[in-house]
């Protein structure tokens, strides 16, 4: 009975102590969130290029969970992407690259086209080079996919961090 007792006095307190440490989840409320509310109004500007065309769908992809009310901010995205050869043989032949996605990305109120948040995000993947050049672009575009719901997941990220931010504010 005495080995119980200790057992729930431990863990009593140490809900006490996790309770206290100020971790809050980012939607708690669902889709009725303060955060989700303020996601749902983003809209994606453009972006050119393939990798703007994959990067602006995963970004929807993401925030149309939210979608809902009417859009207070848009979101601009600038994307550099490069590839470079780092493995190198005896004749010269590359045999490694690594493909990098960075976007600089800015929120803007639409009511005064004032830059709220203005941030970077990215990544980077590794993409061996065969023999065959059709299984290396398949590669490098299969990368290039991926590194683009990476850098969308950030973005999103850090939008949902502004909005809680933005709400504790005006709270």
């Not at 009725?32 to 500007?45: I, K, M």
């Not at 941030?119 to 990368?143: F, H, K, L, Q």
């Given at each position: 009975?005495?080995k119980l007792l200790s057992k729930v006095t431990v863990v009593a307190a140490a809900?006490?102590l996790l309770a206290s440490c100020g971790l809050q989840p980012l939607y708690s409320?669902?889709?009725?969130?303060?955060?989700?509310?303020?996601?749902?109004?983003?809209?994606?500007?453009?972006i050119k290029g393939k990798a703007g065309w994959l990067m602006r769908n995963a970004?929807?992809?993401?925030?149309?969970?939210?979608?809902?009310?009417?859009?207070?901010?848009?979101?601009?995205?600038?994307?550099?992407?490069?590839?470079?050869?780092?493995?190198?043989?005896?004749?010269?032949?590359?045999?490694?690259?690594?493909?990098?996605?960075?976007?600089?990305?800015?929120?803007?109120?639409?009511?005064?086209?004032?830059?709220?948040?203005?941030?970077?995000?990215?990544?980077?993947?590794?993409?061996?080079?065969?023999?065959?050049?059709?299984?290396?672009?398949?590669?490098?575009?299969?990368?290039?996919?991926?590194?683009?719901?990476?850098?969308?997941?950030?973005?999103?990220?850090?939008?949902?961090?502004?909005?809680?931010?933005?709400?504790?504010?005006?709270?």
């Open positions: 009975m005495m809900s006490t409320g669902g889709t009725n969130s303060v955060v989700a509310t303020r996601l749902g109004a983003v809209e994606v500007e453009p970004l929807n992809d993401q925030l149309s969970t939210f979608q809902g009310s009417e859009a207070k901010y848009r979101l601009i995205v600038e994307l550099d992407d490069k590839i470079a050869g780092f493995g190198v043989r005896s004749n010269d032949r590359i045999t490694r690259e690594r493909r990098t996605l960075r976007a600089r990305y800015q929120l803007v109120r639409l009511s005064d086209s004032a830059v709220v948040l203005d941030a970077t995000a990215g990544s980077d993947a590794g993409i061996d080079v065969v023999s065959s050049e059709y299984a290396t672009i398949a590669a490098e575009e299969t990368a290039l996919e991926n590194l683009s719901t990476r850098v969308a997941d950030q973005i999103v990220r850090r939008l949902s961090l502004f909005a809680r931010e933005q709400a504790n504010n005006s709270n």
